[in-house]
């Protein structure tokens, strides 16, 4: 009996010490931030960059994150860009993720045959997924340009010189800028969902297609009633990702648009591409320190919410 | 079926009409572009790429305006309705300016100065001469002789006519024969897919039809995928101020026909004709540098990512520990929280150790990857148990039965997730921007160093787009050589679960 105590204490400890260089670090670099962001929240930002003249200023970041007040023409956000940065995002995700699951649905689905060279294709709609972020959001961002850009050369053949392409640019117009960013992100993303829809798509046994042929289901109604919901967890599953990517979206949008061009709504100037991640980065690149961790900190009460909501919802539509 | 037949073949020959298209494109640019590159390493350009500065081109827009001006006063009666001349294209910006422009300049005195932008040349304006024939002259690729015909119209002169004798380059004497093998090859497949359909029994031809319109859709999809890249890869060959300019005939036509590989040379600053730098360490900003630091970062980072994922899921997978499960499920809930919510915090507490601008700044707050963990766990889930309580009752100890028996066994999906690290680390931008110390150049990292030089260099495009290459060709040959694993890596999360 004590014999085996002693064995279990010796096996816990050895697990302990497999396990510890990763908790360490895991406790260090992702646990204590989430508290550490939240006693940085309540600090102002220094008057020169510097880490360490952060002065107290109890909740009045947050007060100015979420508050109103009133103005002689009625009452106003004290921070409008910031929820204007949610509305964008709330847009970018609104438009990215089913016009990516779209794409790359449409992809597995014409993947899905009997094709000679289907590596091939496989392999060159994911190629550009491993490729760098940056790198991907410079080229794209000279592809839109007016006047000079591939767009808006290959454009003028079709159209004529005065073409919308060809003289503003998608990336020059507040209505085109975020869904132009989205069709960038798209055309090299799309090949990771591909993959998976392709994997799911050739589980699904060719015999259930067969009896619903039997059964006079046209292919349209195969496909909305046997090949959806049986895709059903890589759709949760993309949703899920692509509303963390929306909330993590930054390097394409500093790519390709820096946050403009600028729009204005509501007799505000905003950023008509300045997703929450970016709106993030400008506060911090600002040196506001503090309210860039309260933000950090709001974001981050939002994408619980979100997350749970979520569940929430993806559970009771699995019963 | 019958009545279905016309329809078939109206069907079939349209596709083959597309295919012809598409493969003569495909084929044509690809050969072409393969034809560029050798050029571009082994001949120098017949002329020099660069093409003269702004100012000069300004100059010359204004000379022909004071020209014309000085034209109407020499002839009261403006009777002269037509103008002819001749230049001889050469590589010196003298020479440029020789021809009629620098017989007008004698004759009317005129100076050069002046500057206009790159881009800001390239705006047509139809009242001035001068800017369509820098267009023209340029989408002529700038060679030979040149004959310029004005012809008046109301108040002002346009440009009519302008005729080249051109010199032929290596690649204008390669055109054809790239021409010639993409049209054959294109013929060859279509040769070939019209005996197939011959083959073909008429009952299945539809069929055939769908499959034919199949792959050209998914080529046609590959080429949209693949154009950005190609594109870029065209772009960094082409010398510095060309790279706007286009093909008027066929905008498709993105290789270009006077390749230089001076940009590669700049972005490395071996180009002889650069400002020498004395700075021992201005010498060595430059991409080199920075892909060798991004190479060391995202190695070591993987290494340790791997390491410390291998040890931990060997805990969670094999190993007992009180609340272990209760543990892992936490880890993973962390996974939903959006990375961009931790770069503050991180941010102050590396900069509060010291450690910014430091490379171990770049790597050490994303060395604990929850994904790693969960990615390593599900595979070791799978090795039998059995097997550690063999090398256990031959007396290894802990460490050995994970080094020599776990890690062997798990080595593919080791290898994956070293790859899967490796490529996070080499594009983890906003991270890598925000602890570089910009003070130390050395320190800069490959996506952060391209941000930088495109906010210094806006207007060098082909040397942007050369500096990209050095992020992204490396990728793209890792890819290809281990796609099996990346396919599989980034994938499985979602199919496992």
Redesign the interface.
Known sequence: MIVSILKMKKENFSSLLFLLPFLLLFGIFLLFPIIYSFFLSFYGSPKDFSLSNLEWVGISNYVQILGIHQTPAGWKLNDPSFWWSLVVTLFYGGISIPLGIAASLGLAILLNNKLAGKNFFRSAFFLPNVLDMLVVGVIWGLIYAPKYGALAQISTIFLGKDNFLNTTGLLGSGLTALPAVVIAMILKGAGFGMILFLAALQNIPEAIYEAADIDGAGKWEQFRLITIPLLKPILIFMVITGVIGSLNAFTEIYAMTSGGPQVVVGGETLGSTSVSGYYLYKQFEGGKYGYAAAISYVLLILTLIVTFLQQKLFSAEHR | MKNMSPIRIVGFVALLAVLMTISVGIFGQLLKFGTMVVVSFTHQPVVNPKFPPASDLKAFQQIINKFFEAYNSSDPGNTIEHLSSSSTLEKTKEAFASGFVKRYQNDFGLSLSGTVNK?ES???DSSLGAKIVYRTIFDKEKKGNADFEFVREGEVWKLKTVDFTRLRTTMDKSGKFVQGAAFSISYLIIVVVILKWLKTPVARRYDFLK?LF??E??VI??V??????F??FS?AFKASGTE?I?NEKN??D?VPNEPTINNFKRVLKMDPEQEAQTDPIEKKNNFSTYFVNSLLVATTAAFFVTL??A??A??FSK????Y?NALFGF?LA?M??????????????I??MGLCGTKLAMF?????S?FG?FMLKQFMDTIPSSLLEAARIDGAS?WQV?SVVIIPLAMPIILTLFLLTF?FH??N??WQL?VTDFANPLSIT??VG??LF?GQYTSE?GQ??SA?CF??VP??V???IA?KY??EG??QG??K?
Do not use: D, N
């Open positions: 881009e390239f705006v047509q499959m199949l792959y859709a998914l999809g590959v949209v995928v693949m154009f950005p890249f594109w870029m772009t706007l286009f905008p498709f993105i410390l994922s040890m931990a060997y805990v190993k007992e520990l009180p272990k880890l962390t939903m929280i959006p990375g961009l919510m931790f770069m503050v915090p991180q941010f102050f507490m900069c509060k050490l707050p994303h060395l604990a929850v963990v802990e994970f490529l080499w594009s931008f906003l925000i490959l996506p391209l941000a495109r495009i942007i787009m990209s992020s992204i990728i793209a890792l890819f290809l796609q990346f396919i980034m994938t979602a199919v679960e």
